[in-house]
């Protein structure tokens, strides 16, 4: 019999395309992994990829090819393209651990030299400004209700309380506002998101996508050489811009717009189906026909003995709920890192009104926030173009996203989200969706697991 081995295709010794055309080669090779890799050569693996994966669309054998690449001082407006592909991983500079130095942020390329440049130069600044004036009277606040513990250093003591006021603070930085992100993918979905960034009508987002192109080709060389521009992205770019206007309310909402009121019957009649041996159609009627405490029961043996480190069955992905969100720029940004999700953003704009941070009334510097608010939202207004203006829209503003996810998805999202260590405004979002799930599966939703308390409300005036 022969004998099992696993080992590593170590990256250190081989190029990740000749990575890739192992493992494509076991399809057709009665060899060991070890023996087709002594047999490539980086340039007979870039044949193989361009006869299979581009010639005859064998794609998948291009996600055996990984790149981490890092990405610096590009701006969040940006970060936002980069990070919009369900398949890769990132890790960004994060505005609730860190502060920005004034000088932090783009001015996008198209304005340079452009009359406007002025206006949206002195507006970032400003609101910079105003940010870093933020930060001392919070800090006093936050000082005072959390003192120094005896031989805490003052690094370490305001490292403890920082994102307590820098919470409140972050609403005034803008989308131009610096950020640094690493982003590990494998050459197929890497393809997917230069053709996406060369598509995008902003030109910073165009630029980055030449130089990760550039980047990974030194890498990869095959596997990304095709990605270009797509005349069907660039089309929707332009898509309904300007002729709908904002008409409902601008405060935070979360308004449940469609679910399927019969998930709970058929998640557990999925769970039926797969630890049993009838049809779908039985076990969804023998699941109808049970009396609730009987269901109930069932609930119990799926969700009961979970841990916080399990993660529910994939049989609680037969379900879904969409959601049309309003919530705040910063919510909004952590929110948009939920990958399973199906999200649909609408542009960033200052039409949906801005949240304001009850810490900084507290810290007697309400007047400030609000003139440089609405500030942003009048120069915002002179920029005109509405993908140029984004760049001009600090956190606070409202962003309104449709997102559809099933109860699976929603149990992370809700127990990760409404966490005591969240943000605050990401917070009342987790719970705004837990309470509406609640509302229609409270069999399936009781399980998760939300602190008791909740104190989102004395953030936000
Ligand atoms: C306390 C805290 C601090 C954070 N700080 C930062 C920060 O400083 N910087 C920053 O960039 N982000 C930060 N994040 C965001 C975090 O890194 C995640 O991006 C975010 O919470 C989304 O979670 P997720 O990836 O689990 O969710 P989803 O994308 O919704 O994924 C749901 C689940 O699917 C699975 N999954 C999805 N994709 C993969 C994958 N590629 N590989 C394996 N499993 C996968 C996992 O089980 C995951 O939990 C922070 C989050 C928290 C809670």
């Known amino acids: 019999m022969k004998k099992q081995k696993i080992y590593l295709l170590s990256p250190k010794e081989l190029s990740p395309e000749v990575i890739a055309v192992t493992f494509a080669k076991t399809s057709r090779s009665p060899l060991s992994f070890n023996e087709i890799a002594d047999e490539l050569s980086d340039e007979s693996s870039a044949e193989f990829h361009e006869k299979w994966v581009v010639g005859y669309g064998h794609a998948s054998v291009a996600e055996h090819a990984v790149l981490h690449i890092a990405i610096e001082n590009i701006s969040r407006m940006a970060i936002e393209c ?5 398949l890769a991983s990132y890790t960004e500079k994060s505005t609730r651990y860190q502060k920005w130095d004034s000088d932090a942020f783009v001015t996008p390329p198209e304005l340079i030299g452009d009359p406007r440049q002025e206006i949206y130069e002195e507006t970032v600044k400003m609101l910079f400004q105003t940010y870093a004036d933020s930060l001392l009277p919070t800090r006093a606040i936050i000082q005072k209700k959390n003192p120094r513990k005896e031989n805490e250093s003052d690094a370490a003591w305001d490292r403890r309380i920082r994102a307590k006021y820098v919470d409140a603070c972050r609403f005034l930085l803008p989308a131009a506002s610096l950020a640094n992100v690493g982003m590990t993918a ?11 960034m060369l598509s995008h009508p902003l030109q910073e987002v165009r630029q980055i996508g030449e130089e990760i192109k550039k980047v990974a080709q030194a890498e990869v060389p ?5 990605a270009d521009a797509s005349p069907y992205l660039r089309n929707f770019s332009q898509y309904a811009i300007g002729k709908t206007k904002n008409t409902s ?3 935070s909402s979360c308004q ?4 399927d009121p019969a998930a709970e019957n058929k ?11 009838s049809s779908f159609a039985n076990s969804l009627a023998y699941i109808q026909n049970l009396s609730k405490a009987k269901r109930a029961q069932l609930a119990e043996k799926l969700l009961g003995s979970m841990s916080r ?3 529910p069955l994939r049989e609680f992905e037969y379900s879904h709920y969409t959601f049309d969100l309003i919530m705040d720029q910063g919510a909004y940004f952590e929110f948009k890192r939920h990958r399973m999700m199906t999200q649909s953003p609408q542009n960033l704009t200052v039409n949906l009104g801005y949240a304001t941070p009850s810490l900084l009334a507290e810290a007697g510097f309400e007047s400030r926030y609000i003139a440089a608010m609405d500030a942003a939202a009048e120069a915002y207004h002179q920029i005109g173009d509405p993908h140029l203006a984004a760049y001009l829209v600090p956190n606070g503003f409202n962003r309104r996203v449709l997102a559809s996810f099933n109860l699976r998805e929603a149990y992370h999202f809700c127990q990760l989200r409404a966490a005591k260590n969240a943000h605050f405004s990401i917070r009342k979002i987790a719970r705004q969706i837990y309470a509406e799930i609640s509302k229609y599966h409270p069999l399936l939703a009781k399980y998760m697991r939300l602190p008791a308390e909740e ?7």
């Open 82 to 86: 980069i990070e919009s592909n369900r």
């Open 186 to 196: 494998n050459a197929r979905v890497l393809e997917s998101a230069i053709r996406k």
């Open 222 to 226: 095959t596997l990304v050489k095709y």
């Open 249 to 251: 309310s601008t405060s």
């Open 256 to 259: 449940l717009i469609d679910f």
């Open 267 to 277: 998640i557990l009649s999925a769970a039926f189906y797969r630890f049993g041996e």
């Open 309 to 311: 480190f399990d993660i």
């Open 455 to 461: 104190t989102w409300q004395q953030h936000l005036k």
